[in-house]
C-alpha cells in the first residue's frame, strides 16, 4: 500500500524559511522520481519541484528559493522552501512518479502559510 506522510509546514512570515519533509512507503523508493505538489484554495494542484534519479525541475515561481532533496535510504524527500511569499500559501504534498505517471493516492498533506 503506498503512503505518503507530509510533515514541515506551519505559519511563517514572508522572507521567512520552512523545511517540508515526506516519507514515503509501499514502493522502491530509490527508482522513482519524487516531486513536491501545492494546493492553494479554490486551484488546482500544481508540481512545484521534481527530483529524478540524476537531476531537478522546479516550476518557474520557485526557482532559487526553493531546493528539493531526497534521501534514498530513509525513504524521505524534502523541500526547502526559502524567501516565502505570501502566494506560497497552499497545502503541500509529496507524490511518485513512474515514467510519466504519478500515483493515484495522496497524503493529508502539511499546511504552509505565509503572513505578509
Known amino acids: 500500500q503506498v503512503q505518503f506522510v507530509e510533515s514541515g509546514g506551519g505559519l511563517v512570515q514572508a522572507g521567512g524559511s520552512l523545511r517540508l519533509s515526506c516519507t514515503a512507503s509501499?514502493?522502491?523508493?530509490?527508482?522513482?522520481?519524487m516531486g513536491w505538489f501545492r494546493q492553494a484554495p479554490g486551484k488546482e494542484r500544481q508540481l512545484v519541484a521534481h527530483?529524478?534519479?540524476?537531476?531537478?525541475n522546479y516550476t518557474d515561481s520557485v526557482k532559487g528559493r526553493f531546493t528539493i532533496s531526497r534521501d534514498n535510504a530513509k525513504n524521505t524527500v524534502n523541500l526547502q522552501m526559502n524567501s516565502l511569499k505570501t502566494e506560497d500559501t497552499a497545502v503541500y504534498y509529496c507524490?511518485?512518479?513512474?515514467?510519466?505517471?504519478?500515483?493515484?493516492?495522496w497524503g493529508q498533506g502539511t499546511q504552509v502559510a505565509v503572513s505578509p
Open positions: 509501499g514502493f522502491t523508493f530509490s527508482k522513482y522520481a
Open positions: 507524490n511518485a512518479r513512474w515514467r510519466s505517471s504519478w500515483f493515484s493516492s
Open positions: 527530483i529524478s534519479i540524476t537531476n531537478t
